[in-house]
């Protein structure tokens, strides 16, 4: 009984020691810009940052072509969410979006959210 006990907690802090040692990319959430240039072939969209030392600077693109980005638009007054697509976006857009880095003024995201129409 005693050998299955050690085997036991043998596995569990090998499991524990591998999970420990998965690297994964910071998602920096929320980050504010207004959309420059709208690439449809690349399905990327060309930014600058809005907020004081933006990570996203005066120009940076960020490929939207994954199937899982997703593209919304909150209502704030009423708390309506409507799904958008690429498509639906416009130059001048103010939108907020969640980038793992930035590198290269290249960037990459999983989610679009559509703060404010241009004008």
């Known amino acids: ?23 994964e990319d910071i998602t920096h959430m929320g980050v ?20 004081d030392n933006s990570m996203l600077g005066e120009k940076t693109y960020i490929n939207c072509e994954d199937p899982d980005t997703y593209f919304i638009y909150v209502d704030n007054n009423t708390g ?12 001048g857009d103010i939108i907020t979006v969640d980038i793992k880095k930035v590198e290269d003024n290249y960037a990459s995201t999983s989610r679009v959210q559509l703060l404010e129409r241009a004008k």
């Open 32 to 51: 504010n810009a207004e959309i420059l240039e709208i690439k449809s072939q690349e399905k990327g969209i060309v930014v600058k940052g809005l907020d």
């Open 80 to 91: 309506e969410v409507k799904d958008l697509s690429f498509t639906d976006l416009s130059v």
């Open 1 to 23: 009984m005693k050998k299955v006990f050690y085997i036991i907690v043998a596995l569990v802090l090998l499991i524990s020691i591998t999970a420990c040692g998965k690297k």
